[in-house]
């Protein structure tokens, strides 16, 4: 692997976006990609996942491992909120 930096953070950008760098990562040579949002952001997570998986690399890819757990986030006034995260782990058969 070579200390590249396998992690895809999916944030607000339109969900091809991040189909092609999943798709991008993975041709390069990387054995895995992994997906990683949280809060609002799970969905898109998991539809790049299955986009990737039914249409662009039908044979190679599967899902290796998925994650989930919260997060406490500091908001003013001292109170913290958990919010919700999920890592989804794609590998090359």
């Known amino acids: 692997m070579s200390g590249r930096d396998n992690n895809i953070y999916i944030g607000r950008k339109p969900v091809m976006n991040y189909v092609l760098a999943v798709v991008t990562q993975l ?19 998991v539809d790049v996942a299955e986009i990737v998986r039914q249409r662009f690399m039908k044979d190679i890819v599967f899902v290796d491992k998925i994650e989930i757990d919260s997060e406490e986030l500091a908001e003013e006034g001292g109170r913290t909120r958990s919010v919700s995260t999920i890592e989804i782990t794609l590998k090359k058969k």
């Open 27 to 45: 041709n390069q040579g990387s054995d895995f990609c992994t997906l990683k949002a949280r809060g609002r952001s799970i969905s898109t997570a």
